[in-house]
């Protein structure tokens, strides 16, 4: 059977065939592990093959692992972000994805300045204004854009999308615009797009991603949603 190690390596000669199609270097795209409802063993395979970025979107279950693996790993945050868990993410994540209010942010700086760290943190767009989704509408995006500026504990990296599914990669091209349109309202840099999962992370790289997040594809099929 094709182990992790096999898939790791497979997955990234496409991200850098992604970045050659697409005249971009391959230096520049990160491939997110994401390991929610894995395990911590599936987790450390990838580890021993030269992994170190994963993402996990509960807290509670995160913390199960990060408490028995390597403590060079780094973990991004990237499910929905609770105020009352903020401080927990906060203590062991240094990589927030799903930033999705100016009241989350303040607080989160907040939090950030008493536990003495710097988190990184992505914007989430609705990139689409779908109903179903959280995430900062653009224009609401760029209404705020002034007040982004000033966070002395987080430094915004730019911005994190799912778009609807099915016409992804345009949603991708848009969520890049909105980015440039952000940067030259505000002023600040914004150099990182989080886009893509298993089934169009090529589309996103294609589109400007600097991390693509990507779990069914590299550890198999989900037994239940998150
Ligand atoms: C689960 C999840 C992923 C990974 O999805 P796959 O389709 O398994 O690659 C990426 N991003 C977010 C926000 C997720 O919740």
Redesign the pocket.
Known sequence: MEGLADRLAELQGRVADACASSGRDPGEVELLA?S?TFPAEAVLEAYEAGQRNF?E?RQQEAATKIEVLPGDIRWHF??GLQRNKVRKVLSSFPVV??MDSVRLLEHSDRIAGELAVKTQVYLEVNIAGEESKGGFLPDDLLAVGGTLVGFAHLEIRGL?V?PPEGESRRWFAETRILRDRVESATGLKLPSLSMG???D?EDAIREGATIV???????GH?SYM?
Do not use: E, N, P, W
């Not at 997040?213 to 550890?219: E, M, N, Q, T």
């Open positions: 994401v929610k993402g979107s990237i499910g994805h799903s994190m799912i999962m298993s089934g992370f997040r990507v779990g069914s594809a590299l550890f989900r998150q």
